[in-house]
């Protein structure tokens, strides 16, 4: 059984700083392609970063690029989004998922799915 599990959410301060972990069990993580969504109230889910399998090349939002970092530890079997210079908009629950695939900013393109962390941002 295939799970993803987020952890290191909460509450800061904005132009702060956080890192969320995924931790997955269950599949051959080093073959699957992970990236982090994000979903505010009321507003539909949205594509933050992907990390590719194999190569481990990424992709990020524009609203992200160069205040967010993803990164992978294939023996650890977990991904990380380092968040900096957070602003009030990144304020959302923050969901990591799965893909055999070669990456999609379409969550539809992905197999399995974590709970998600809430991140709060405090402006």
């Known amino acids: 059984q295939v799970q993803l599990v987020e952890s290191g959410g909460g509450l800061v301060q904005a132009g702060g700083s956080l890192r969320v972990s995924c931790a997955a069990s269950?599949?051959?993580?080093?073959?699957?392609?992970m990236a982090w969504f994000r979903q505010a109230p009321g507003k539909d889910r949205e594509f933050v970063a992907v990390?590719?399998?194999?190569?481990?090349?990424?992709y990020y939002a524009d609203s992200v690029k160069s205040r967010f970092t993803i990164s992978r530890d294939n023996a650890k079997n977990t991904v990380y989004l380092q968040m900096n210079g957070l602003k009030s908009e990144d304020t959302a629950v923050y969901s990591c998922?799965?893909?055999?695939?070669?990456?999609?900013?379409?969550?539809?393109?992905?197999?399995?799915w974590g709970q998600g962390t809430q991140v709060t941002v405090s402006s």
């Open positions: 998922a799965a893909s055999t695939g070669w990456g999609s900013v379409n969550p539809a393109g992905y197999d399995y």
């Open positions: 269950g599949l051959t993580f080093s073959s699957y392609t």
């Open positions: 990390i590719r399998r194999t190569v481990g090349t990424t």
